[in-house]
């Protein structure tokens, strides 16, 4: 069984970018696609973007898309989510999640999150 850690997140200005990062153990990454989610307060969790165990699927939610790219070093056992041009409305806990079935985008398709990273974005 594959655990997943999260990092990366923070407190950034409405304009600025961050980079979060999602670390395998237990299991190599290579046997999972993966996939990025969010939720903010009173929200419910929300798709961000999801990728292929060779990295060359990708999928972004409309209201990422053009911003955040997605990406994964398999042989370092990490994901990554790169997220620029961040607006207030990005602010929420991150959570990456793996999956054995491909690249999806809803949350019950994921067997496996991590604890969650938090971004807060000021205006």
């Known amino acids: 069984q594959v655990q997943l850690v999260e990092s990366g997140g923070g407190l950034v200005q409405a304009g600025g970018s961050l980079r979060l990062s999602c670390v395998a153990s237990g299991r190599a990454l290579s046997w999972y696609a993966m996939g990025w989610f969010r939720q903010a307060p009173g929200k419910e969790r929300e798709f961000v973007a999801t990728?292929?165990?060779?990295?060359?699927?990708?999928d972004y939610a409309d209201s990422v898309k053009g911003r955040f790219a997605i990406s994964r070093d398999n042989a370092k056992n990490t994901m990554y989510l790169q997220m620029n041009s961040l607006k207030p409305e990005d602010a929420a806990i991150y959570y990456c999640?793996?999956?054995?079935?491909?690249?999806?985008?809803?949350?019950?398709?994921?067997?496996?999150w991590g604890q969650g990273t938090q971004v807060t974005v000021s205006s």
């Open positions: 999640a793996a999956n054995t079935v491909g690249p999806r985008r809803e949350s019950y398709e994921y067997g496996t």
């Open positions: 990728i292929s165990r060779d990295g060359r699927t990708t």
